[in-house]
């Protein structure tokens, strides 16, 4: 599948693009090759502005410097693209801070025509909104970059993961910063006040609509997980009703199995057939013998990761 990249990467370029568009000229680094003790993976990105402003990294900090330079040379000769390996051999290891022995290769790319796309970060974020699935195929020896799967190399772009919480409850208090840490954007939807307050959700937009409403503005995707907290038909049902309708990955509830028996029977009668049923986890989560709120949150995280790497490997994010 060759090497993933990340919500991180994604807004690098969409800030490189910015930049772009208010007449700037970028340039686009990517981590093409690794070896040994390397701090970013391949695939990892840093965008350069040509007066020296730069988001994103390569190496964690080693060799940023010398790469920012490196881009404002390229951008002021109007080149297209050029190759920068850096290693423990190399005399200049210990000025760019990689005398600990990994080495890497950076591509820098002009942002436009031959080198990579302005159009391409458009398709990437349209791409992330609608849960596909883009590939980014260069030439190493033109700089060129291009939509597909052919080319010196390939990199994958997974949509970021979204998570619709239904039930600001006690479970979901603690599922909230699990999923956060897994880099999964969580909305909280619960129209009962006394359980959607601001205080119990720090820092996070509760939707206080009905969850067949909220949902039906949330558009779950493809790279979208619903899970079901309440314990109260009214709210549960109509959610999972609209996941089932959506390509969702990952959609659960909590309940007994006696419970869950009969929120399939109640489904079922709205139209919904055993194959559609059969994607619905109930209950919720891996069985690790949870006793407490944390612990079923974890559970619920951890099936939900599950899921997600069933479909999409871990495996492939380290592939060269």
Not at 34 to 41: E, N
Not at 104 to 122: M, T, W, Y
Not at 292 to 318: G, M, N, V, Y
Request: with cysteine.
């Amino acid at each position: 599948m060759g090497p993933q990249l990340t919500g991180d990467d994604l807004a690098a370029l969409v800030t490189a693009a910015g930049w772009a568009r208010a007449g700037h000229n970028v340039a686009v680094a990517t981590v093409i090759e690794t070896w040994g003790s390397a701090p970013r993976r391949i695939g990892s990105r840093l965008v350069i502005r040509d007066d020296g402003l730069f988001e994103g990294s390569v190496s964690g900090g080693c060799v940023e410097g010398d790469v920012i330079t490196e881009a404002q040379a390229l951008l002021e000769t109007g080149g297209v693209s050029r190759r920068l390996d850096y290693g423990v051999a190399d005399e200049t290891a210990w000025q760019v801070g990689l005398a600990c022995g990994g080495r890497i290769s950076v591509l820098v790319q002009r942002l436009g025509d031959g080198g990579f796309p302005l159009a391409l970060v458009d398709r990437l974020v349209a791409a992330a909104a609608d849960g596909d699935e883009v590939a980014l195929a260069t030439n190493l020896s033109s700089g060129a970059t291009h939509e597909g799967g052919s080319g010196d190399l390939v990199l994958r772009w997974p949509p970021p993961r979204r998570l619709a919480i239904i039930g600001a409850v006690h479970i979901g208090q603690a599922l909230v910063p699990l999923a956060q840490g897994l880099g999964i954007a969580v909305t909280v939807i619960d129209p009962r006040g006394l359980f959607a307050a601001d205080a119990r959700f720090a820092g996070l937009d509760l939707d206080r609509r009905w969850p067949d409403e909220a949902l039906a503005d949330w558009r779950p995707n493809a790279a979208s997980a619903v899970v079901a907290l309440t314990h109260d038909p009214k709210l549960d049902d109509v959610a999972l009703a609209a996941a089932l309708r959506s390509p969702a990955f990952y959609i659960a509830a909590l309940g007994s199995r006696k419970n869950h028996g009969r929120r399939r029977e109640r489904l079922a009668a709205l139209g919904f057939s055993d194959s559609d049923l059969n994607r619905l986890h109930g209950p919720a989560g891996l069985d690790i013998g949870a006793a407490d709120p944390a612990e079923i949150a974890l559970s619920i995280a951890a099936e939900l990761t599950a899921t997600w790497r069933a479909i999409h490997p871990a495996k492939a994010a380290a592939a060269a």
